[in-house]
């Protein structure tokens, strides 16, 4: 296994970690993910430290705290062999003060998480989501006294836009407060958004990107396919409403791509899908999971190879889109790029 820092810390985290999204699966999405028990996550915690896997995320709103507490079952007695992340601020509750991230929120969710998890540190804590309602420095400030009394290492944030990052970023340097050293986003072959703005402002502030949905919301499983029905069995019938939006043919068009590579290569298109994320700038680790041992493994062949610039291209061909406002006059107009010349290079225009 590959080992990356954490953005611009001294944290160096596996390129593929493990996403306990499915570990005590409750309710209409987190059920549909998968219900793994302690024994079945231990099994898997056993295959990911085989296989050098050290960093395990989940997050108090998975299955209302269900998944921290299987994965606290799965790490006994080996907590000093894993890097724990979880994160913080969406709803847990309908009550006023069950969601956000104010200063009341921030320290029972830090709490609670600890409690659940059977640790009495957290290494990375994150903010699930940006809260408009408190202001930044009462968020910093609360998560600065978390670092200091040890019961918190790093800090991380996920799916934030890029002022809310860079906002965050400022004040933190501005009051002394520690900064956020990764960013938990969306980026697949089938949506690269996360390029236009998110990943300069990463390569810029020294964000590490955590990849969560690598597959797209289990849309480049390669079951997923042109002029086929959706499988029965897909858990996309429950939750295709709940994860990022995909038009088919533009979805269609990469899982051809795909399909062209796996012939050459005799990988599987999850683990090419993959594969191509761990090329991409600013990655630190791609968050992998599995309802079970045999998909497991599937996930782990993502490593221990790589495409070759060809093949990059042509994946870059067939998933790359027209930029929205204010970003595609620099990819088409030459005046812009020149000004302005991409931190990345950008997708090419579908």
Request: glycine share 10%; hydrophobic share 35%; proline share 6%.
């Amino acid at each position: 296994m590959e080992y990356r820092r954490l953005g611009a810390s001294g944290l160096k985290v596996p390129a593929l970690s493990f996403g306990a999204g499915t570990f005590g699966g409750q309710g209409p999405l987190f059920g549909a993910w998968g219900n793994t028990d302690a024994h079945e996550a231990r099994r898997l915690v056993d295959i990911c430290l085989d296989a050098g896997i050290t960093m395990f995320d989940t997050a108090d709103v998975y299955s209302s705290g269900a998944s921290e507490e299987v994965l606290g079952e799965a790490i006994k007695g080996r907590r000093d062999q894993v890097i724990v992340s979880t994160k913080t601020s969406l709803p847990m509750g309908d009550g006023p003060g069950d969601a956000g991230s104010s200063r009341s929120r921030l320290i029972t969710a830090c709490e609670d998480a600890l409690r659940r998890l059977g640790t009495d540190y957290i290494d990375l804590f994150q903010l699930h989501a940006f809260d408009s309602g408190t202001p930044i420095e009462e968020v910093l400030s609360t998560l600065d006294d978390l670092v200091r009394a040890g019961k918190v290492r790093y800090l991380g944030i996920s799916n934030f836009s890029g002022w809310q990052a860079m906002k965050s970023l400022a004040s933190a340097e501005r009051y002394g407060h520690p900064r956020y050293v990764a960013h938990q986003v969306y980026y697949s072959l089938i949506g690269r958004d996360y390029e236009w703005e998110l990943m300069p402002l990463g390569l810029d502030q020294g964000l590490g990107a955590l990849v969560w949905s690598p597959l797209g919301w289990g849309r480049l499983t390669g079951k997923v396919r042109r002029g086929q029905l959706l499988p029965a069995n897909s858990r996309l019938h429950h939750t295709a409403d709940y994860g990022p939006p995909v038009e088919d043919e533009h979805l269609y068009r990469v899982v051809d791509a795909l399909d062209e590579i796996a012939q050459e290569t005799g990988k599987s298109i999850p683990q090419i899908a993959i594969n191509w994320l761990l090329e991409r700038p600013t990655v630190s680790s791609v968050i992998i999971g599995a309802r079970d041992e045999n998909q497991l493994r599937q996930n782990l062949g993502a490593v221990g190879w790589t495409l070759t610039p060809d093949q990059m291209a042509k994946l870059d061909a067939a998933s790359g889109k027209t930029a929205p406002y204010p970003y595609f006059p620099y990819q088409r107009q030459e005046g812009f790029a020149r000004l302005n010349p991409p931190a990345v290079a950008p997708p090419p225009a579908a």
